[in-house]
């Protein structure tokens, strides 16, 4: 295969070199910052490009967007009009525009999509949503999923001001930012239809963001999910608590275990992430999926149509705080 990557900052360059790892020979990247681009091809002997077009004459098997979340749609639509398979970093966008037309067109082309939600392949949630499948808790009654850390400590080296999470245009607020806990919250529990969010910036940060958000979720199956996102607590946070009739179920991030209880027998017992397991490895299952599905022509666990729904959810949870009022996904404007 042939793999296209647009976007030579973090996420891009770990791509590059899962893909590699993973026996993908024919790497290119497209990057409009020739310092970057440059020094990428010098480390990882790619092709390089400065722009999309040029790259999608390139003739890739499948493409990687790995650019800023307000380019992903834009550049996506390009790389569905010529018909090649899509690998989409989350979010999928941070608005609306444009999202109707890219998912007719990737169902109309019949192409294998992904929009990489990595938590999804963390060893932590995938027993969580093992345990669930497996009926271990019974009827599920209520979910609380919860994501913090402190903005400036994600890039000591650098202006966390400039981080594209501090800017409203790129797609920064923790609401959009932090999306794998709303993710985690509908994989775990089904569909939202209903949404009722307070956020705003209640700290010293300078940003133009949210840096607070607390969503309580109604899933069409009924239950109920509490979701805490935040950039402001001074530790890392993630983690969650399931809860059904027969059962509950929690995971910390930090503790690196699941632990399940069983109510019939009054029981506790702990699944701890693997000793040898490195964070690397969620992103290398994740790229693993992606070319199996490719491959086999088979639909992925997250496909460009899913993910717009979860798009749906965090633009209700935007609306619902920016209006002080509860707001139901039928009312939404369609994407």
């Known amino acids: ?25 024919e790497l290119a990247l497209v990057e409009p910052d ?31 967007i790995a650019s800023p979340s307000h380019l992903h749609v834009r550049q996506s639509l390009l790389v569905a ?14 608005d609306d525009a444009g999202l109707k037309e890219l998912k007719a067109l990737v ?8 929009v990489g939600c990595n938590m999804r392949f963390h060893p ?7 345990l669930i499948q497996e009926e271990r808790l019974g009827k599920l009654l209520f979910a609380r999923v919860h994501s913090g850390s402190y903005l400036p400590d994600w890039r000591p080296d650098s202006d966390y001001r400039q981080n594209y999470a501090a800017r409203e245009e790129t797609g920064g607020g923790c609401v959009l930012d932090c999306i794998h806990e709303i993710d985690l919250a509908r994989w775990y529990m089904g569909e939202i239809e209903e949404v009722s969010c307070m956020a705003g910036h209640f700290s010293s940060l300078e940003i133009d963001t949210e840096d607070l958000a607390i969503l309580v979720c109604r899933h069409v199956s009924g239950t109920i999910s509490e979701i805490h996102l935040d950039y402001v607590q001074r530790t ?35 699944f701890d992430q693997p000793a040898s397991w490195l964070v690397n490895q969620m992103y290398v299952d994740e790229m ?22 979860l798009l749906r959810t965090v633009l209700a949870a935007k609306q619902s705080a920016r209006t002080r009022a509860v707001v139901s996904l039928p009312g939404l404007t369609p994407a």
């Open 236 to 270: 890392y946070e993630r983690g969650c608590q399931i809860v059904g009739e027969a059962g509950t179920v929690f995971w910390d991030f930090m503790d690196k275990q699941v632990r399940w209880y069983e109510a019939a027998s009054g029981r506790w017992t702990c």
């Open 1 to 25: 295969m042939k793999a296209l990557i647009v976007g030579g900052g973090s996420i891009g360059k770990r791509h590059l070199q899962n893909l590699a790892a993973l026996g993908i020979e």
């Open 288 to 309: 693993k999926h992606f070319l199996e599905c490719v491959r086999l022509r088979k639909q992925t666990i997250l496909p460009v149509s899913e993910a717009a729904s």
């Open 34 to 64: 020739e310092m970057r681009r440059s020094s990428l091809k010098r480390e990882l002997r790619l092709s390089d490009f400065a722009d999309l077009e040029d790259g999608l004459r390139w003739s890739p098997d499948l493409v990687v």
């Open 107 to 114: 169902e109309k082309r019949n192409l294998i999509s992904l």
């Open 124 to 130: 932590g949630p995938s027993k969580v949503k093992q």
């Open 81 to 94: 009009q010529e018909g090649f398979d899509l690998f989409i970093e989350k979010p999928l966008s941070h």
